[in-house]
């Protein structure tokens, strides 16, 4: 018997050349051969390319940044339901998981599942409480510093070495080699993400990104480790290549059973010319190359949608060593109608088939 | 010889395309470091793997091979494909 067809909202449609995940998560739900439902974009700006992606998206809404409330935020939500009745909402974006992590009850009220850790959790893998986190799940960090003052950078001479990172407390990262980089660095992270900013000690290695999934009991539901092959110039990969390596596959096993991580993430480490991996930071979502995992075989995000609808998935181990991703910047031809319906009405309906449950 | 895990799981088409599983890294080699990599493989020791060549190929017979199998080698301590321990 095969499962009822699943109506998934997905946010993060931002493609663009540092993208958001939602078209990667949107293009594995539907590569898989079960799927048969309906896809709802959730987007936050009318140019968001995945809008107008009519091949992936069924229904797009635009959605208030959750920095206007969670009371906006979750009118707009009930909106969009009431619109096109969605099943199962899959966020991908760091800013907007705390909003939907306080909205889970509400949802699930509506009939709408989702697979997010807690809020704990969520703060938990924060840059900030990096080493925390390290020690908990016996995993090396590098020397990571929480900085909430510009003073506290003159604080640092002997404790980190240059070069070290400047971190946002969501994104972006900035090398810096002395105290007046660090300086210059730490307020143009304020600008944009405010504070606090972190200082990281650098690894010199090779970073290896992993994309997965935690149960929320400890286990890991599945997970691929990718290296990258082509950088952006914001250090964004291009390319990349899925890997197998134990070690990792350990360490991510122990990031699970010490947190109990529940939902997609994305686990970036380093292996130091030294050969130790250190664990560099845990992305609370799907990462944009998260397509990889449905092209080698495991198809993570299909994985979520189905444990957000309430369906056991079984711990999944195979995938395709050796499939990589090569992104392309493609032009979309849009229709003026189609930008007009967006930007005029909020809402963008490229398909009135399907089954909208 | 105990033969190295990296060396066993490294991929090698006929090409002479080597793919490591464990980094992601690629790398390619002529149908001589093919060969010694075969040999390397089958725990062949140096001077087994510089009779294999001279048998294969057309060497000079001045040339020293087991100091080119030597390099080669050399080469893969390099590359992380085999540990730095590792002789042949």
Redesign the interface.
């Known amino acids: 018997m095969t499962a009822a067809p699943l109506t998934i909202a997905v946010t993060g449609l931002n493609a663009t050349d540092n993208p958001g995940p939602g078209v990667g998560v949107i293009r594995a739900l539907r590569a898989h051969p079960d799927f048969r439902g309906r896809i709802v974009g959730l987007a936050y700006d009318s140019l968001d390319p995945g809008i107008y992606a009519r091949d992936l998206v069924d229904d797009v809404f635009l959605m208030p940044y959750p920095s206007q409330g969670l009371a906006a935020f979750s009118a707009r939500l009930a909106e969009v339901h009431t619109r096109v009745p969605f099943d199962v909402v899959i966020p991908t974006l760091d800013a907007e998981i705390p909003t939907f992590i306080d909205l889970e009850p509400q949802l699930r009220k509506l009939g709408i599942g989702s697979f997010l850790p807690s809020q704990e959790l969520f703060d938990l893998r924060s840059k900030a409480h990096l080493a925390h986190l390290g020690e908990i799940a016996n995993i090396n960090t590098p020397a990571t510093r929480v900085i909430a003052d510009p003073n506290d950078l003159r604080q640092l001479e002997g404790k980190l070495e240059y070069p070290f990172w400047i971190k946002g407390a969501y994104y972006g990262a900035i090398e810096v080699h002395d105290v007046h980089e660090a300086v210059s660095a730490y307020h143009r992270m304020v600008a944009k993400w405010g504070v606090p900013v972190i200082a990281q000690a650098g690894v010199d290695g090779d970073e290896i990104d992993v994309v997965a999934v935690g149960d929320g009991q400890g286990g890991m539901v599945g997970a691929v480790p990718m290296r990258k092959r082509l950088l952006t110039d914001k250090g964004k990969g291009w390319a990349g290549i899925a890997i197998r390596d134990p070690e990792i596959e350990e360490l991510s096993r122990r990031y699970f059973k010490a947190t109990k991580w529940r939902g997609p993430c994305e686990i970036e480490m380093m292996r130091s010319r030294s050969g130790e991996l250190h664990l560099l930071e845990i992305n609370p979502r799907f990462p944009a190359w998260c397509y990889l995992s449905a092209g080698a075989g495991m198809n993570l995000p299909w994985a979520v949608a189905q444990l957000a609808a309430g369906r056991d998935v079984a711990p999944m181990h195979d995938y395709e060593v050796g499939k990589m991703f090569v992104r392309i910047s493609l032009d979309q031809i849009v229709p003026l109608s189609d930008f007009e319906s967006i930007a005029s009405t909020g809402e963008l309906h490229h398909s009135t088939t399907g089954d909208a449950s | 010889m105990t033969i190295p895990q990296k060396l066993r799981d490294l991929?090698i088409s006929e090409t002479g395309f080597l793919?490591d599983?464990?980094?992601?890294?690629t790398f390619s080699a002529n149908e001589p470091g093919l060969t010694v990599l075969e040999g390397l493989r089958e725990g062949l020791s140096v001077a087994d793997i510089a009779a294999r060549l001279r048998e294969a190929f057309d060497v000079p017979a001045a040339a020293d091979v087991e100091r080119d199998v030597g390099e080669f080698v050399h080469l893969l301590r390099r590359s992380g494909l085999v540990p730095e321990e590792f002789t042949a």
């Open positions: 991929a793919f599983p464990y980094t992601g890294s």
